[in-house]
């Protein structure tokens, strides 16, 4: 289960943009009273941003050695009383549902599915460390009052998993999660504001186990001080079965909120009674580290359109290309270019005269990070002349070669615009 929680933290220097108008202007996502406050709706634009997203943090997975599975969104009340959550976290839980003379609720996080799917087979230490991921629905019941945007909702996408491991592998685990979300930041060009060692603090909402928390915020105390990472311990923010590191960042007006997290969590192997057979022969009990490389999807998005104000990356850019035929005559070759894109899995669109001057169509599509104008003589010999989102106008090329350079550049997903000659990732 991953925390969300936000801080006033004023740790920005560049401008920053509010996702809430940005998105709508843009078109990316939106809101709608009958559907109701906390549960934005995905237009296309918003859509392929977030599917390119998803696909590039299951693809970081496979690479890293993760299963992906599917649960459903709903359990049973008993679940969470087993989990700790009915009696830690109902605040934040949708009321339970009666069905059928049993209670059922939407879940508020994804680790106890996740603890039942490892317990439904039988597991060896040589199995270990089992690293079970999904992009899975979750549910908060946020105060209306907090909520907009894709930051403060009542419906998460989360990208989770629980790695399940002994105890000699979590650190190895933890510091692996970790690189992970620094490559994934590095390709979406995050910057992160500050590592927080989250411990918990006082009163009864974490669960009592002096020497379990200990153990806990040993390994990932030493965790972060072998990364390198300058950090900072703050008291209050664990979450109730475990410590954890939070990855946090800032919007524009220096409101802090956790983005990725890694948990160390010996409390649910515990009341699931989950267990491997050792070297030994014996039961012995895992270890659950809890990791999440981009957090909740919606969080994510929020945060790239306000940091980008719309001008994307070229891999995750809605509309890649733009293409400008100058006349009319044009026209015909230009549709024949973004079918070319679209085979070569590259989002392309015309933007015909019907929609004004050259000049007028080339501010219109300042956004897309790559135009390509067609005159009389780049249709003549199947040629095209770039323009790049930082103003760069390239002389004009085969059209061929233009779309592959463009291609190797999405590929390696990179914040570089033009590189002359691109390796693949």
Known sequence: MHDHPMHDHPMHDHPMHDHRKLGRELGLFDTDPLIGSGLPYWLPDGAVIRHTLEEYIRDAERRAGYRHVYSPVLGKRELYEISGHWSHYSDDMFPPMDLGGEQVVLRPSLCPHHALIYRSRSHSYRELPLRVAELGGMYRSELSGVLGGLTRVRAIQLNDAHIFCTLDQVAAEA???????????????????????????????????????????????????????????????????????????????????????????????????????????????????????????????????????????????????????????????????????????????????????????????????????????????????????????????????????????????????????????
């Open 175 to 425: 510091a692996g999660a970790l690189e992970m979300i620094g490559r994934a930041y590095a390709a979406l060009g995050i910057r992160p504001v500050r590592y927080r060692l989250s411990l918990p603090g006082a009163g009864g909402k974490y669960v009592a186990a002096p020497e379990m928390w200990r153990r806990a915020t040993a390994m990932l105390t030493d965790v972060l001080d072998r990364s390198g990472l300058p950090y900072e311990a703050v008291e209050g923010e664990a979450a109730f079965y475990g410590p954890k590191i939070d990855v946090q960042i800032a919007d524009g007006a220096g409101r802090e909120a956790t983005l990725s997290t890694v948990q160390v969590d010996f409390h649910q192997p515990e009341q699931f009674d989950l267990h491997y057979i050792g070297p030994d022969g014996g039961r012995h009990r895992p270890v659950m580290v809890h990791r999440s490389i981009i957090g909740s999807v919606e969080r994510a998005v929020a945060h790239l359109i306000e940091v980008y104000g719309g001008a994307f990356p070229a891999w995750l850019a809605p509309t890649q290309v733009v293409v400008l035929p100058v006349t009319e005559a044009e026209l015909p070759r230009a549709e024949a270019l973004v079918r070319r894109c679209a085979e070569l899995g590259l989002r392309a669109e015309v933007s015909g005269p019907e929609h004004g001057s050259l000049g007028a169509r080339v501010r219109a599509a300042r956004l897309a990070p790559y135009q390509a104008v067609i005159g009389a003589k780049e249709a003549a010999g199947d040629e095209i002349a770039l323009r790049l989102r930082d103003g760069r106008a390239l002389d004009a090329m085969p059209a061929a070669e233009a779309l592959a350079r463009i291609g190797d550049l999405v590929a390696a997903r990179t914040t570089a615009l033009w590189e002359p000659a691109v390796q693949r990732a």
